[in-house]
């Protein structure tokens, strides 16, 4: 069963995201959390907090093993660019932008039968 979680408006260049959350997908939830705590990217907490709730809600709405949750996908979509202006010299002004982004996290069960059944595919193979 996959559960999805949206995290929109995040203050955070999606090309940079998009570098995080390429990193994890694939991932167990647990070992996806550890390893972007500990990475120096500043994207890594937003990804993060987008996968935790995603767990969340697997775990409270759909009563799943928080164990057996894998990080199926993530996507990372561009939200609107908010568009500033700085006053420099000579009575002129360079403009510069914030750009946003929306945090989609998927989450998907992999109960003990189905592992059992994808080893059995790998070794036949």
């Known amino acids: 069963m996959e559960v999805s979680a949206v995290q929109r408006f995040v203050r955070r260049a999606p090309r940079k995201a998009r570098l995080v959350a390429d990193s994890v997908k694939g991932m167990k939830v647990s070992d996806a959390l550890a390893q ?3 990475s120096p990217k500043h994207a890594a907490r937003d990804v993060a907090k987008a996968i935790k709730s995603a767990a969340a809600n697997a775990e409270h709405n759909f009563n799943l093993n928080r164990d057996d949750l894998v ?29 946003t982004c929306h945090i989609t996290a998927v989450v998907e069960d992999r109960s003990d039968a189905e592992r059992a059944q994808g080893a059995q595919i790998k070794r036949s193979k």
């Open 71 to 99: 990080l199926k996908q993530v996507f990372i979509d561009e939200g609107p660019t908010f568009k500033r202006r700085r006053p420099v010299s000579r009575s002129m002004a360079h403009e510069f932008f914030h750009r």
């Open 36 to 38: 972007l705590e500990f």
